[in-house]
């Protein structure tokens, strides 16, 4: 079943427990914590205590997009707190394989995310090959509530068509614009994660499940 990550970066943060909690009980479902240094992307969000309260108070798969010019601080010291994913960007390395190898002594999971103007070729067969994740950002990293590209489906499609020809299982996840608009087209295109925020979070917590239901449909 499609995973769906909703984005913690348009919840109520005065109330981040019972919105944590609104989800419980949901299978195939990912917090996704988008961490941004004010550098690599012009906008400032939660940092390490925020990172760690979260983890010790979900069960949840904890799911870290670090939009950061320094990957590889943050890789070691967040090492202890718990999170499943741990996605960084091509464009903030020199050496992405590198990186990656260091990352699986700590995480599940390892992703890498491409910024809308960076091309799939620019992954190359190693690092697919290496990766158990992989972030095709659909607008803008830096902002919540933008509109979705969609230049992004062919993105989806060369990389579904690159995991099948070389044989790996690396997942596809859509991060930015998605909705029950686009989400039956991201899947059919070779998602298997997607990312929302605002269209979970603008709805009263006892609808975001029923949100949550309608991205898979």
């Known amino acids: 079943m499609t995973i769906i990550s909703p984005s913690l970066l348009a919840c109520d943060f005065l109330n981040i427990e019972p919105e944590l909690n609104a989800f419980n009980g949901q299978n195939d479902l990912w917090f996704h914590l988008d961490i941004m240094d004010g550098h690599f992307v012009p906008n400032l969000t939660f940092g390490h205590p925020v990172v760690e309260l979260i983890t010790k108070k979900t069960t949840h798969k904890c799911d870290a997009h670090f939009m950061v010019t320094n990957p590889e601080f943050h890789a070691e010291t967040m090492k202890s707190f718990g999170l499943y994913n741990f996605t960084f ?79 790996t299982h690396f997942e596809i996840q859509v991060d930015g614009g998605v909705s029950n608009k686009n989400s039956k087209e991201l899947i059919e295109a070779g998602a298997d994660n997607l990312v929302a925020g605002s269209y979970i979070f603008k709805n009263s917590r006892e609808d975001y499940k029923k949100a949550v239901d309608s991205l898979r449909t």
């Open 89 to 167: 960007h091509l464009e903030a390395t020199l050496d992405s394989l590198g990186l990656i190898k260091e990352l699986k002594k700590n995480y599940p999971s390892v992703g890498i995310s491409i910024k809308p103007c960076t091309p799939t070729h620019k992954l190359s067969d190693d690092i697919l090959k290496a990766i158990d994740l992989v972030l095709v950002m659909s607008v803008e990293p830096g902002f919540g509530g933008q509109s979705f590209m969609p230049s992004s489906f062919d993105k989806i499609k060369e990389l579904k068509s690159r995991r099948d020809s070389l044989k």
